[in-house]
């Protein structure tokens, strides 16, 4: 696996506008108010490309974990936002948040500094690594991505590194559940309705995890073909400024993605919990996130 260096990453840098890692609040039926941490930068990095990504294009695919944001940068930023009138504070961002090597250290000082809780939302690739169930395992909430039941939609669907391997991403969540008291979430979105044998796996899947609850969606914004910062979060900000209203040229080039009805999430969501009696939440509204 070939990863890029700081060096090569640094020409994308310096043609980027400024960088703030502290954002929002954003408002999510999922997370409530939420003010978000980007740990990662500028350069959207993660060892997926997922075909619905708000982001756009993931710029970097990667597995390699490092300090893309210095702790005190974001310690800084977070003052900002004083007196922090949110529900929770949300590590997402421009990719993978769990690639950031000093999560732990993150997610602490926005514990102290906001008094808030913390949530992450995170693909789970990097489950496996007992470090970062370490790490991950201080925040409050944590929702995992979970896509695929099978090899060929994960890849359909997420698009990941090739040394990445579904079922062993799978291991990583069950063991993350079984040392995690926080509360756990699983986000599924669907591209298209699954048949039964999916619906069938996934449920068994579900009963061997047991999360907290099960979050389903499906896709209708559409997605910029081009890297675009403003769509951080999957949220919609409470407000957004006139510049970034007139600045962001590079959502013109999207792709629009097929959505289908809340009444199909609602029909899968009733089977999900009317056998696990798991609590199963869903937009009321096809693309509020």
């Known amino acids: 696996m070939t990863h890029q260096n700081s060096e090569q990453l640094h020409p994308i840098v310096t043609h980027l506008p400024p960088f703030t890692a502290v954002y929002g609040p954003v408002q999510s039926w999922r997370f409530g108010r939420s003010l978000g941490i980007d740990p990662i930068g500028p350069v959207s990095t993660c060892s997926f490309n997922c075909v619905y990504c708000q982001l756009g294009e993931i710029e970097h695919q990667s597995l390699h974990r ?18 922090w009138d949110v529900d929770s504070v949300t590590l997402s961002g421009s990719g993978e948040p769990t690639l950031a090597l000093n999560l732990r250290e993150i997610l602490a000082t926005a514990k102290t500094v906001t008094n808030k809780p913390t949530a992450v939302l995170t693909n789970g690739s990097l489950l496996p690594d007992a470090s970062v169930r370490e790490a991950l395992a201080i925040a409050d909430q944590v929702a995992v991505k979970f896509d695929a039941v099978n090899t060929s939609q994960f890849h359909r669907v997420n698009r990941p590194l090739p040394e990445l391997d579904l079922m062993n991403i799978w291991a990583g969540i069950l063991q993350f559940r079984r040392m995690y008291s926080g509360h756990l979430a699983i986000q599924t979105m669907l591209l298209s309705p699954w048949d039964q ?40 900000p409470d407000t957004q400024s006139n510049d970034s209203q007139s600045d962001n040229s590079q959502s013109d080039l999207v792709r629009s993605l097929k959505p289908f009805s809340v009444e199909v999430l609602q029909r899968f969501a009733d089977r999900i919990q009317s056998t696990l009696e798991i609590p199963v939440r869903y937009p009321l509204q096809v693309g509020y996130s």
Do not use: V, W
């Open 66 to 83: 490092r300090i893309f944001i210095p702790t005190q940068q974001i310690h800084q930023e977070l003052q900002h936002f004083a007196p």
């Open 197 to 236: 044998l999916e619906q069938e796996i996934y449920i068994a899947l579900m009963q061997s995890l047991c999360p907290d609850e099960i979050q389903l969606n499906t896709p209708t914004r559409p997605k910029p073909l081009t890297h675009n910062l403003e769509s951080r979060g999957n949220c919609h």
